[in-house]
């Protein structure tokens, strides 16, 4: 029986410039399970309305995050799969994608295929679920499964934010800041429209919700919810009190979407007299736009500029040690999902 293993991130333009900025919005904005609107709205809603508007300041944003070696995502995604290969050995080959952009699945999938490979594993580089992440490279792993002639078991691992091994690998990032030299921790997640969550438990109103105390029955598969669990059990690993960290979420596009937001706890640590603060961003495994520009430049300068005097933005796992470890691990957890 021959393996083969798939890693997908979301994604990258090819360069920082408008022409390519441009391709890459329209590839990833108009993906249904991103904006989930009725098609004509989202087709008039995207290309006429957002991307004329975003174009320019997301080339400013990449131009800012673009480095001599290329996209940062692209590289720890491409290193962390040759070392993900040294570790697996000669009977399971390892392959890499990204959801928008190149190296493209559909290209990665006909890889696959020619390879001889009669069992995939397909790992979506988000810890916690969210259908515009995760739910998205299934359905179209799904989609294109019609490129995949030889392959007779194809698996997906759904969320990997509960594995141990990850959660050791966040861990000893943080360790390496001396979290308790901080006067505060926030632990950073991308945000979402709230209708994604209320959609992935309907009929469970998220008013009230325990989740931000513990995990409750309906959260197993909430975006939300998990991620309030991850930074429980990275906070009690670390042995950090609950009051010396707040959950936030960052990269909003609109009122609607999951909070507290993190430029707000950012000011009102700052504020409240917080002279350091170290962020931390579980929902990311490789250091990115939001990562590198957003909390790590524009975040620390909001922070000064309220009278905070360090922001610290702790590195991902990228392509440590402990994180190719986990990734072990959560590749051995197979369950059959087509």
Known sequence: MKKAVLLVNLGTPESPSPKHIRKYLTEFLNDPFVIDLPWLIRKILVNLIIIPFRVKKSTGLYQRLWTAEGSPILRHLEQLGSKLQKAVGDETTVYVAMRYGKPSLKAALNEINKSGADELHVVPLFP?????????????????????????????????????????????????????????????????????????????????????????????????????????????????????????????????????????????????????????????????????????????????????????????????????????EIISLKTPQI
């Open 128 to 328: 916690q679920y969210a259908s515009s992440t995760t739910g998205s490279i299934i359905h179209a792993v799904q989609k294109n499964k019609s490129r995949l002639q030889n392959v007779n078991n194809i698996h997906f691992t759904e969320q990997f934010y509960h594995n141990p091994g990850f959660i050791n690998a966040f861990c000893e990032r943080i360790s390496f800041y001396q979290p308790a030299s901080f006067d505060h921790i926030i632990f950073s997640f991308h945000s979402l429209p709230v209708r994604h969550i209320e959609n992935i438990h309907p009929g469970t109103s998220c008013d009230g919700c325990s989740c931000e105390d513990s995990l409750p029955p309906c959260g197993t598969m909430c975006y939300k919810a998990t991620s309030y669990a991850t930074a429980r059990m990275i906070s009690e690993r670390l042995l950090i009190r609950s009051e010396d960290y707040t959950v936030a979420f960052q990269s909003r596009f609109a009122k609607n979407w999951i909070g507290p937001f993190t430029e707000d706890i950012v000011i009102q640590s700052a504020l409240s007299g917080k002279s350091r603060v170290l962020v931390v961003a579980p929902s990311f495994v490789a250091d990115c736009l939001e990562t590198i520009v957003e909390i790590g430049q524009d975040y620390q300068n909001l922070f000064k500029a309220h009278g905070g005097k360090e922001l610290v933005m702790a590195e991902s796992l990228n392509v440590s040690e402990s994180w190719v470890e986990a990734l072990m």
